[in-house]
Protein backbone atom coordinates (compact mmCIF):
# COMPACT_ATOMS: atom_id res chain seq x y z
CA UNK A 1 0.00 0.00 0.00
CA UNK A 2 0.78 3.49 -0.99
CA UNK A 3 2.28 5.67 1.89
CA UNK A 4 -0.06 8.01 3.01
CA UNK A 5 0.91 11.89 2.41
CA UNK A 6 0.98 13.93 5.14
CA UNK A 7 -1.25 17.16 4.68
CA UNK A 8 -0.61 19.89 7.47
CA UNK A 9 -3.83 22.15 8.11
CA UNK A 10 -6.56 19.90 6.81
CA UNK A 11 -10.20 20.64 6.35
CA UNK A 12 -11.52 18.09 3.80
CA UNK A 13 -15.22 17.15 2.31
CA UNK A 14 -15.42 13.60 1.37
CA UNK A 15 -17.60 11.19 -0.86
CA UNK A 16 -18.91 7.73 1.06
CA UNK A 17 -19.73 4.83 -0.90
CA UNK A 18 -22.28 2.27 0.56
CA UNK A 19 -21.19 -1.41 -0.56
CA UNK A 20 -22.95 -3.08 2.13
CA UNK A 21 -25.57 -5.29 -0.73
CA UNK A 22 -28.49 -4.37 1.22
CA UNK A 23 -27.88 -1.02 0.80
CA UNK A 24 -25.22 -0.97 -2.21
CA UNK A 25 -24.38 2.42 -4.07
CA UNK A 26 -26.18 5.20 -1.54
CA UNK A 27 -23.63 8.25 -0.61
CA UNK A 28 -22.82 10.17 1.96
CA UNK A 29 -21.28 13.68 2.09
CA UNK A 30 -19.34 15.35 5.12
CA UNK A 31 -16.73 17.31 6.34
CA UNK A 32 -13.93 16.12 8.54
CA UNK A 33 -10.11 17.53 9.42
CA UNK A 34 -9.27 13.67 10.37
CA UNK A 35 -9.77 11.32 7.20
CA UNK A 36 -8.83 8.09 8.58
CA UNK A 37 -10.48 8.49 12.00
CA UNK A 38 -14.22 9.74 9.95
CA UNK A 39 -14.39 6.50 8.52
CA UNK A 40 -13.78 4.17 11.31
CA UNK A 41 -16.23 6.31 13.16
CA UNK A 42 -19.32 5.44 9.86
CA UNK A 43 -18.65 2.45 9.82
CA UNK A 44 -18.74 2.27 13.65
CA UNK A 45 -22.19 4.00 14.21
CA UNK A 46 -23.39 6.89 16.28
CA UNK A 47 -21.40 5.45 19.64
CA UNK A 48 -18.38 5.93 18.23
CA UNK A 49 -19.17 9.90 16.71
CA UNK A 50 -20.64 8.42 13.03
CA UNK A 51 -23.59 10.17 11.72
CA UNK A 52 -27.10 8.91 12.16
CA UNK A 53 -27.54 8.49 8.25
CA UNK A 54 -24.83 5.88 7.96
CA UNK A 55 -24.87 3.95 11.29
CA UNK A 56 -25.74 -0.02 10.66
CA UNK A 57 -25.36 0.41 7.21
CA UNK A 58 -22.28 -0.25 6.16
CA UNK A 59 -19.67 -1.07 5.53
CA UNK A 60 -18.93 2.09 4.04
CA UNK A 61 -15.66 3.30 1.53
CA UNK A 62 -14.44 6.65 1.29
CA UNK A 63 -13.54 6.89 -2.46
CA UNK A 64 -12.73 10.85 -2.53
CA UNK A 65 -12.01 13.59 -0.59
CA UNK A 66 -11.68 17.10 -1.74
CA UNK A 67 -9.12 19.23 0.19
CA UNK A 68 -7.58 22.95 0.40
CA UNK A 69 -10.13 24.78 1.77
CA UNK A 70 -8.53 27.57 3.68
CA UNK A 71 -10.63 27.20 6.98
CA UNK A 72 -13.70 25.08 8.26
CA UNK A 73 -16.16 27.82 7.40
CA UNK A 74 -15.32 27.31 3.42
CA UNK A 75 -15.15 23.27 3.82
CA UNK A 76 -18.71 23.41 5.17
CA UNK A 77 -20.27 25.88 2.56
CA UNK A 78 -18.89 23.65 -0.14
CA UNK A 79 -20.08 20.84 1.48
CA UNK A 80 -23.95 21.90 2.55
CA UNK A 81 -23.77 22.84 -1.49
CA UNK A 82 -22.52 19.52 -2.64
CA UNK A 83 -25.39 17.76 -0.50
CA UNK A 84 -27.93 20.29 -1.72
CA UNK A 85 -27.52 21.16 -5.33
CA UNK A 86 -31.11 22.36 -5.66
CA UNK A 87 -30.75 24.71 -3.21
CA UNK A 88 -27.49 26.90 -3.31
CA UNK A 89 -27.63 29.73 -5.43
CA UNK A 90 -24.51 29.05 -6.74
CA UNK A 91 -26.32 26.46 -8.95
CA UNK A 92 -29.23 27.00 -9.94
CA UNK A 93 -28.62 27.94 -13.36
CA UNK A 94 -27.74 24.25 -14.21
CA UNK A 95 -30.92 22.96 -12.82
CA UNK A 96 -29.25 20.25 -11.92
CA UNK A 97 -31.54 16.88 -10.98
CA UNK A 98 -30.41 13.37 -11.15
CA UNK A 99 -31.59 11.91 -14.49
CA UNK A 100 -33.62 8.53 -13.96
CA UNK A 101 -33.00 5.05 -15.26
CA UNK A 102 -29.19 6.81 -16.80
CA UNK A 103 -27.55 8.06 -13.94
CA UNK A 104 -26.49 6.23 -10.51
CA UNK A 105 -26.64 8.41 -7.39
CA UNK A 106 -22.90 7.80 -7.11
CA UNK A 107 -22.66 8.86 -10.94
CA UNK A 108 -24.94 12.37 -10.18
CA UNK A 109 -22.87 13.19 -6.97
CA UNK A 110 -19.44 13.32 -9.01
CA UNK A 111 -21.51 15.49 -12.09
CA UNK A 112 -22.67 17.69 -9.26
CA UNK A 113 -18.62 18.14 -7.58
CA UNK A 114 -17.66 18.22 -11.21
CA UNK A 115 -20.25 21.53 -11.58
CA UNK A 116 -19.23 22.83 -8.03
CA UNK A 117 -15.42 23.29 -8.44
CA UNK A 118 -15.88 25.48 -12.07
CA UNK A 119 -18.15 28.40 -10.22
CA UNK A 120 -17.32 30.73 -8.04
CA UNK A 121 -16.10 31.13 -5.29
CA UNK A 122 -14.68 27.37 -5.20
CA UNK A 123 -13.25 27.74 -8.69
CA UNK A 124 -10.48 30.22 -7.15
CA UNK A 125 -9.60 28.20 -4.35
CA UNK A 126 -6.41 25.51 -4.63
CA UNK A 127 -8.67 22.79 -4.09
CA UNK A 128 -7.18 19.24 -4.35
CA UNK A 129 -9.45 16.63 -5.12
CA UNK A 130 -7.62 13.10 -4.26
CA UNK A 131 -9.16 9.65 -4.82
CA UNK A 132 -8.82 7.45 -2.07
CA UNK A 133 -10.25 4.06 -3.55
CA UNK A 134 -8.70 3.76 -7.55
CA UNK A 135 -11.65 1.43 -8.31
CA UNK A 136 -14.38 4.13 -8.09
CA UNK A 137 -12.39 6.49 -9.85
CA UNK A 138 -14.00 8.29 -13.31
CA UNK A 139 -12.82 10.60 -15.42
CA UNK A 140 -14.39 14.52 -14.88
CA UNK A 141 -15.80 14.67 -19.10
CA UNK A 142 -13.94 16.94 -21.01
CA UNK A 143 -16.20 19.88 -20.80
CA UNK A 144 -16.45 19.87 -16.80
CA UNK A 145 -12.77 19.83 -16.33
CA UNK A 146 -11.58 21.05 -12.66
CA UNK A 147 -9.37 24.65 -13.18
CA UNK A 148 -6.06 24.10 -14.07
CA UNK A 149 -4.72 25.03 -10.87
CA UNK A 150 -6.45 22.53 -9.12
CA UNK A 151 -4.84 19.07 -8.71
CA UNK A 152 -6.33 15.52 -9.08
CA UNK A 153 -4.15 12.92 -7.30
CA UNK A 154 -4.49 9.47 -5.98
CA UNK A 155 -3.24 7.52 -2.82
CA UNK A 156 -4.06 7.90 0.56
CA UNK A 157 -3.74 11.01 3.09
CA UNK A 158 -2.81 11.59 6.99
CA UNK A 159 -4.14 14.67 7.97
CA UNK A 160 -2.08 16.81 10.76
CA UNK A 161 -3.40 19.97 12.46
CA UNK A 162 -1.05 23.15 13.36
CA UNK A 163 -0.74 23.81 16.69
CA UNK A 164 -1.77 26.91 18.05
CA UNK A 165 0.98 29.42 19.11
CA UNK A 166 0.79 29.57 22.95
CA UNK A 167 1.40 33.21 22.73
CA UNK A 168 1.28 35.51 19.71
CA UNK A 169 4.76 35.77 17.85
CA UNK A 170 6.49 39.11 18.03
CA UNK A 171 7.33 40.91 14.96
CA UNK A 172 10.19 43.77 14.84
CA UNK A 173 9.08 47.26 13.80
CA UNK A 174 12.45 47.38 11.35
CA UNK A 175 10.28 44.52 9.14
CA UNK A 176 9.06 46.05 6.73
CA UNK A 177 6.63 45.58 3.27
CA UNK A 178 9.12 45.65 0.48
CA UNK A 179 6.14 46.47 -1.87
CA UNK A 180 4.72 49.58 0.31
CA UNK A 181 7.46 50.30 2.46
CA UNK A 182 4.99 50.28 5.31
CA UNK A 183 5.73 47.90 8.68
CA UNK A 184 4.29 44.61 8.89
CA UNK A 185 2.94 44.60 12.18
CA UNK A 186 1.06 41.34 12.06
CA UNK A 187 2.16 37.27 11.28
CA UNK A 188 -0.59 37.17 9.69
CA UNK A 189 -0.11 39.68 7.09
CA UNK A 190 3.12 38.52 6.30
CA UNK A 191 4.18 36.97 3.03
CA UNK A 192 7.44 35.09 1.66
CA UNK A 193 8.89 34.08 -1.37
CA UNK A 194 8.92 29.91 -1.55
CA UNK A 195 12.10 30.28 -2.77
CA UNK A 196 14.92 30.19 0.45
CA UNK A 197 16.97 32.82 -1.29
CA UNK A 198 14.43 35.06 -2.10
CA UNK A 199 13.98 38.24 0.30
CA UNK A 200 10.65 38.96 -0.84
CA UNK A 201 9.02 39.99 2.11
CA UNK A 202 5.34 42.05 2.00
CA UNK A 203 1.98 42.42 3.29
CA UNK A 204 -0.40 39.68 2.03
CA UNK A 205 -2.66 42.89 0.79
CA UNK A 206 -0.23 43.99 -1.43
CA UNK A 207 0.94 40.65 -3.04
CA UNK A 208 -2.16 40.27 -4.15
CA UNK A 209 -2.88 43.35 -5.62
CA UNK A 210 0.60 42.24 -7.79
CA UNK A 211 -1.38 38.81 -8.08
CA UNK A 212 -5.12 39.84 -9.31
CA UNK A 213 -6.01 40.97 -12.53
CA UNK A 214 -9.07 43.71 -12.74
CA UNK A 215 -12.28 42.10 -11.31
CA UNK A 216 -10.67 39.60 -9.19
CA UNK A 217 -10.97 39.22 -5.61
CA UNK A 218 -9.01 35.95 -4.70
CA UNK A 219 -5.10 35.52 -6.10
CA UNK A 220 -4.63 32.44 -8.08
CA UNK A 221 -1.22 32.42 -9.51
CA UNK A 222 1.55 34.68 -10.23
CA UNK A 223 5.49 35.27 -10.27
CA UNK A 224 7.02 36.60 -7.77
CA UNK A 225 8.10 40.17 -8.07
CA UNK A 226 11.78 39.51 -6.48
CA UNK A 227 12.90 36.06 -8.01
CA UNK A 228 9.93 35.64 -10.85
CA UNK A 229 9.48 31.89 -9.55
CA UNK A 230 5.97 31.19 -10.28
CA UNK A 231 4.24 30.88 -7.60
CA UNK A 232 0.34 29.42 -6.13
CA UNK A 233 -1.59 31.53 -3.96
CA UNK A 234 -2.50 28.77 -1.71
CA UNK A 235 0.52 27.71 -1.13
CA UNK A 236 2.06 31.29 -0.27
CA UNK A 237 -0.87 31.20 2.54
CA UNK A 238 -0.15 27.73 3.56
CA UNK A 239 3.71 28.62 4.09
CA UNK A 240 2.43 32.09 6.38
CA UNK A 241 0.32 29.52 9.13
CA UNK A 242 3.30 27.58 9.74
CA UNK A 243 2.59 24.41 7.22
CA UNK A 244 6.12 23.10 6.42
CA UNK A 245 7.22 22.36 2.88
CA UNK A 246 7.52 19.43 1.00
CA UNK A 247 11.51 19.24 1.66
CA UNK A 248 10.54 20.18 5.57
CA UNK A 249 7.88 17.48 5.58
CA UNK A 250 10.34 14.52 4.49
CA UNK A 251 12.53 14.91 7.03
CA UNK A 252 9.93 15.09 9.24
CA UNK A 253 8.26 11.88 9.03
CA UNK A 254 8.19 10.56 12.38
CA UNK A 255 6.94 13.63 14.25
CA UNK A 256 3.78 13.09 16.07
CA UNK A 257 1.33 13.28 13.58
CA UNK A 258 -1.48 14.71 15.38
CA UNK A 259 -0.58 15.94 18.79
CA UNK A 260 -3.04 18.89 18.72
CA UNK A 261 -6.80 17.22 17.31
CA UNK A 262 -7.68 15.02 19.81
CA UNK A 263 -11.29 16.71 19.81
CA UNK A 264 -12.56 16.35 16.53
CA UNK A 265 -15.13 14.18 15.37
CA UNK A 266 -15.90 13.08 19.23
CA UNK A 267 -19.13 12.14 19.36
CA UNK A 268 -21.72 14.39 19.69
CA UNK A 269 -24.72 15.04 22.41
CA UNK A 270 -27.91 14.25 20.12
CA UNK A 271 -26.78 11.30 17.81
CA UNK A 272 -30.00 11.30 15.93
CA UNK A 273 -28.93 14.90 14.48
CA UNK A 274 -26.26 14.62 11.35
CA UNK A 275 -26.04 18.36 12.18
CA UNK A 276 -24.60 17.87 15.29
CA UNK A 277 -21.97 15.47 13.98
CA UNK A 278 -21.08 18.19 11.79
CA UNK A 279 -20.80 20.76 14.41
CA UNK A 280 -19.35 18.14 16.97
CA UNK A 281 -16.47 17.66 14.42
CA UNK A 282 -15.93 21.85 14.25
CA UNK A 283 -16.48 23.29 18.08
CA UNK A 284 -12.74 22.90 18.26
CA UNK A 285 -12.29 25.61 15.06
CA UNK A 286 -14.76 27.85 14.54
CA UNK A 287 -12.37 30.39 15.62
CA UNK A 288 -10.17 30.18 12.60
CA UNK A 289 -8.18 33.52 11.99
CA UNK A 290 -7.17 33.14 8.23
CA UNK A 291 -8.11 36.19 6.58
CA UNK A 292 -7.27 35.78 3.28
CA UNK A 293 -10.37 34.52 1.88
CA UNK A 294 -13.85 36.29 2.44
CA UNK A 295 -16.32 33.46 1.83
CA UNK A 296 -18.76 35.37 0.11
CA UNK A 297 -20.67 35.57 2.97
CA UNK A 298 -24.07 36.57 1.92
CA UNK A 299 -24.41 34.78 -1.27
CA UNK A 300 -22.67 31.68 -1.20
CA UNK A 301 -25.53 29.85 -0.27
Not at 149 to 174: I, W
Request: hydrophobic share 30%; net charge negative; proline share 7%.
Amino acid sequence: MDEPELVEDFFGVYLLYNINPKYKGRTYIGYTRDPNRRIMQHNRGTWAGGAHRTSNRGPWKMVMIVHGFPNNISALRFEWAWQNPTKTIRLQHLNLKKVPRKETEYQFKLRVLSEMLRVGPWCRLPLIIRWLENEYFEEFPDDRKPPSHMVTCHGPVKSRNLKKPKEPSAFPTSEECLLCSNYITNDQTKLTCLSKTCELLAHITCLANVFLTPGEFIPIEGNCPFCSTHLKWGDLIRKMRGCKQDSDEKSDNNDDDNSDDSEDDKPCDNPDSDDDVICSQDRGFVDNNSRWFLDCNDELL
